[in-house]
């Protein structure tokens, strides 16, 4: 198993599941950017206050994804880059 370096310069998504199919899986979604020391901040207040971690995402910028966006992004996910995992 490889190990990948984090680059703490790159921005995170943290995903809100709203709609979950056993057999079709994620049907839609809340993405929200934020970066690594926000992400751990974050991490730090689901340890202690699931509330507060919750209301902490509302600050940061979001992309709703909807069962029609979700929808295309199945239909060609063959298409998309598959990460490459360094050794």
Request: charged residues 25%; proline residues 2%.
């Amino acid at each position: 198993m490889g190990n990948r370096s984090l680059d703490k310069t790159e921005d995170l998504s943290i995903i809100e599941v709203l709609d979950l199919d056993e057999n079709k899986g994620i049907m839609s979604d809340i993405s929200f950017k934020v970066t690594y020391n926000q992400m751990v901040t974050w991490l730090e207040k689901m340890n202690t206050d699931h509330s507060a971690a919750k209301q902490y995402l509302t600050i940061f910028p979001k992309e709703v994804h909807d069962s029609d966006f979700l929808d295309i992004y199945y239909q060609n996910q063959a298409n998309y880059a598959v990460p490459v995992i360094s050794i």
